[in-house]
């Protein structure tokens, strides 16, 4: 188990500093167009061809998994934060504070996700910034749930009473006490969240509504070439793989912390 | 227990019955485009959709003329040849009586779909309703009266109008039976075919006009399906959903270079071009900024490459081989150094080294507005955006469907790239009215030229051919002096279609896909 988890955590790991510093390991400039050598077929100087503008399909795949990745994680940690605040916060507050918030993480859970984040996109204008806030005001009632009910779990038992009548005061209780205990669950939703949103992310570039040309981002990538697919297949399973990858090697983690969380597993 | 074994049964049944009902749906609809006895022909086509200002097949309402004319629903007076000469249509033949004064016989034995017998009146009602209803129209016509006498029309205009029968032939002058009514946007026309059923951005329906005077149609239903999608279309027309298409995307072409599908194609007077922003808030209200655009702009290998050589460079308004066009003007050529030194000297410097000028504190960012139902225009604004960027301007683009609400704002944009047919009535007095005069009907961009107005009030009144293409040359080098415009390239256009399809063939004028002659074996 221990094993599984350092793998993946370091293949994670290397693909995001990677994709910190991909401007530095592209082969040529990702955004230098060469009209003259478009559409070429892979070969040693271009391994993944060129796109139809003449620009190293490699080149942009690695810049392009700066903004894929990294957004990704961005909005993963929004939403982690975001959810968790609003479910503890409801969970300790009660009443009907509690009673108003749950029910509008209700109406959002009830709404097709993707559909709803196609909708706040559109509105607000295209744009990687624009996306995340989209996929996360659609995305953060599913964090809000774990952590209300880990909450009220958490306010039921014996040492928080004890906390309690020794004198802890409300943010000690949370931010000592509370939020310590329910990392965990939290935690995994995270993790197993990390593929899904660069999935949707993705998709919603894919769709127009993500990264705006000439920015190079994987699922926009995938879109504006796939009028190449049948005759030049290449500039389009390129992006493709490296959505795959990635999105592969975080799901692979999120399942190994999971696993490796779980209570029952008798780490 | 027992009651959860029965819901959860119940529910399983549910599931299994909507999957079947799910299948039966896709059944029937097939089965309907394969009914036995009948000829049905399916063409998908990019452009008709409300993002092209064509809604329905109401030639009364904005571009909706083009659907109209394209799909066999109505036709014209005059039509054009491939050389865009008029031609008679509707129209037997006319009659120049005086400069204000056109006398036009009609054709004897034609009919609407809705019954009606075709003379002058109900022609000369049609184009009273257009004045009243299409604003183009009523400033290209310039009717003041009409006299209606059996097959005669006889036609006064408030002002001498030499190109009055080349406007007719716009797809605006489809003649319709207005007492038939407009309900949906369906109109009762004279053509090949009768519009029964038109949603628009998704499908129109046809059958044939048994009763048609100038042939017989062979499809009993035609269906034009609406794929504003490149990719979506190529795997259409391959998987035998569509049997013929219109504005694939050039990079498909590959696909159906076989014997499997026949090309028809021919060079138009389709040109891709940008209209700059002289509105005050626009950085193209700087003249410096609107030449470097135009020397920035790398037309040749866009031609080359992204178009995959199926235009042409245009140096104009017009394309060559018109009295009017080609290499009568000149314009900038590209030319980045040039367009540095133009920046340059008009105060617009990198001081932050970020590769972008800026002056007076404000960055030189372009907001290049642009449609996707032309598949190459987001291929434009791309490689213009890498070109610019060569010379320090920075390209913000926006590639939207809802181009035409935008283009009405001019706060929201700086250079609005578009596709046109820039002579659709073989005269070259359209354009300029439509596009670059101080009052004309699409100048969203605030242009403004004395000259070009000038020269536009001669050209207005000229009834000479010869001296009407000099002003025409005159007023094209007024437009590109002035950086208002920056012409990219004419297009060749193809219709693409299965082998067994017959008389689906291009035009240069880029009207009459549609006619008679259709037929699938």
């Not at chain 1, 939290?186 to 969240?193: C, R």
């Not at chain 1, 990538?221 to 795959?244: E, K, Q």
């Not at chain 2, 009609?106 to 009273?128: H, I, P, T, W």
């Not at chain 2, 159906?256 to 209200?285: H, L, P, W």
């Amino acid at each position: 188990m221990k094993i599984r988890l350092i793998f993946f955590g370091i293949l994670a790991l290397a693909l995001v500093i990677a994709s910190y510093f991909s401007e530095y390991l592209c082969p040529y400039d990702p955004y230098l167009q060469d009209l003259g050598n478009a559409k070429a077929v892979p070969s040693a100087a271009h391994i993944f061809g060129t796109d139809r503008y003449g620009r190293d399909m490699l080149s942009r795949v690695i810049v392009g998994s700066k903004t894929s990745i990294y957004s990704t994680l961005l909005l993963v940690a929004f939403i982690t934060v975001l959810g968790t605040m609003i479910g503890v916060f409801c969970a300790w507050k009660g009443t009907w504070v509690d009673t108003v918030l749950m029910r509008i993480s209700d109406v959002f859970l009830a709404f097709p996700g993707l559909v709803f984040a196609l909708a706040v996109a559109a509105a607000l204008g295209g744009g990687v910034h624009n996306a995340i806030i989209a996929l996360g005001a659609i995305s953060w009632p599913k964090y809000a749930r774990v952590a209300r009910s880990e909450t009220l779990a958490q306010k039921e038992t014996v040492y928080l009473r004890a906390a309690k009548l020794s004198g802890c005061g409300t943010w000690k209780l949370i931010f000592k006490h509370i939020l310590p205990n329910i990392t965990g669950p939290i935690l995994v939703t995270a993790m197993l969240d990390i593929g899904t949103m660069m999935m949707e992310l993705a998709g919603l570039s894919f769709l127009g509504l993500g990264a705006k040309p000439p920015v190079a981002e994987w699922g926009s990538m995938m879109s504006d070439t796939r009028n190449l697919l049948t005759t030049h297949p290449w500039v389009t399973l390129a992006p493709g793989c490296a959505i795959f990858v990635s999105v592969m090697i975080f799901n692979l983690l999120g399942d190994t912390v999971r696993d490796w969380l779980d209570p029952r597993n008798g780490r | 227990m027992n009651a959860k074994k029965l819901i959860g049964t119940a529910l399983s049944v549910v599931l299994c019955a909507s999957m079947l009902a799910g299948c039966g749906n896709q059944k029937n609809e097939t089965e309907t485009t394969t009914e036995k006895g009948k000829k049905t022909l399916v063409i998908g086509d990019t452009t008709f959709n409300s993002s092209n200002e064509e809604n329905n097949v109401n030639p009364h309402d904005a571009y909706s003329g083009w659907a109209c004319i394209r799909y066999g629903i109505g036709e014209t007076l005059v039509k054009y040849s491939d050389t865009m000469e008029i031609e008679p249509w509707l129209a037997k033949e006319w009659e120049n009586v005086d400069e204000l004064t056109w006398k036009i016989t009609l054709q004897d034995n034609v009919k609407f779909s809705s019954g009606r017998d075709m003379d002058a009146e109900a022609v000369k009602e049609c184009l009273e309703h257009l004045t009243e209803n299409h604003e183009r129209a009523k400033n290209d016509l310039k009717i003041d009266s009409m006299e209606a006498d059996g097959q005669i029309l006889t036609i006064h205009t408030s002002e001498p109008k030499p190109a009055l029968l080349n406007y007719l032939g716009d797809p605006y002058g489809c003649i319709i039976d207005v007492d038939a009514g407009f309900d949906d946007g369906i109109v009762a026309g004279t053509g090949p075919y009768i519009a029964v059923d038109c949603q628009s951005d998704d499908h129109l329906t046809l059958v044939k006009n048994e009763d048609y005077w100038n042939g017989t149609p062979k499809i009993d239903e035609l269906t034009i399906r609406t794929i504003t999608d490149g990719s979506t279309l190529a795997n259409a027309l391959q998987s035998g959903e569509i049997q013929a298409a219109y504005g694939m995307a050039y990079e498909s072409y590959p696909l159906f270079e076989n014997d499997a599908y026949t090309f028809s194609q021919i060079s138009t007077s389709r040109c891709f071009f940008g209209k700059m922003n002289f509105d005050e808030s626009s950085v193209c209200a700087d003249p410096a900024v609107r030449k470097a655009i135009a020397m920035g702009i790398d037309k040749e290998n866009f031609v080359a490459t992204l178009l995959e050589g199926n235009g042409y460079v245009a140096n104009g308004v017009f394309p060559e081989g018109s009295a009017f066009g080609g290499d009568k003007v000149t314009t900038e050529t590209y030319d980045p150094e040039g367009a540095k030194e133009v920046l340059e000297a008009a105060g617009w410097k990198d001081t932050d080294g970020d590769g972008i000028r800026e002056k007076d504190g404000k960055k030189l960012t372009v907001r290049w507005l642009t449609y996707p139902s032309r598949q190459e225009l987001p291929l434009l604004a791309e490689s213009a955006q890498a070109t610019l960027k060569d010379i320090g301007i920075d390209l913000d683009i926006n590639c939207t469907a809802d181009n035409n609400s935008v283009a009405d704002d001019p706060t929201a944009w700086d250079v609005y790239a578009m596709a046109n047919v820039q002579a659709p009535t073989g005269d070259p007095e359209y354009w300029f009215t439509v596009f670059a005069t101080s009052d004309a009907t699409r100048n969203q961009g605030k242009y403004s030229s004395e000259k070009l107005d000038k020269l536009e009030k001669e050209l207005s009144a000229e009834f000479d051919i010869e001296k009407r293409a000099e002003l025409a040359v005159q007023m094209q080098q007024t437009v590109l002096d002035d950086h208002a415009f920056v012409f990219c390239s004419f297009l060749k256009m193809s219709m693409i279609s299965k082998a067994n399809v017959t008389g689906y063939e291009s035009h240069a004028c880029d009207y009459y896909q549609v006619t008679a002659d259709l037929d699938i074996n």
